[in-house]
């Protein structure tokens, strides 16, 4: 089974930067793509950033496409998202999760969750 632990939230008033970072364990070699995620209250979660594993492939959401960057660790086992530029509309608990297969299958293993706050 794989593990995922998140940190890096907070609260930041609005224009700055916040970096996430996901703790990877477990049978990470099964694992073909990485994402973060958030999710708003009374609204849906939504992917945010996903990577995939072996080739660096990246996707991003449209809303957050220039201020927000994946990044993988290999030798850390980690991965981090750097967030720049941040508005109101980015709060939300902001979630690592992992997948065997394709980006676009969906993913097996997910965090608890780190809360970010952004205030105007």
């Known amino acids: 089974r794989v593990q995922l632990v998140e940190s890096g939230g907070g609260s930041v008033q609005a224009g700055g930067s916040l970096r996430l970072s996901c703790a990877v364990s477990g049978y990470a070699y099964n694992v073909n793509c990485l994402g973060w995620f958030r999710q708003a209250p009374g609204e849906e979660r939504e992917g945010v950033a996903l990577i995939y594993t072996g080739g660096g492939s990246k996707y991003y959401v449209d809303s957050v496409k220039g201020r927000f960057t994946i990044f993988q660790d290999n030798a850390k086992n980690t991965v981090d998202l750097q967030m720049n530029s941040l508005k109101p509309a980015d709060s939300g608990m902001y979630y690592c999760?992992?997948?065997?297969?394709?980006?676009?299958?969906?993913?097996?293993?997910w965090g608890k969750g780190t809360l970010v706050t952004i205030s105007s």
């Open positions: 999760a992992a997948g065997g297969g394709s980006c676009s299958a969906g993913m097996d293993y």
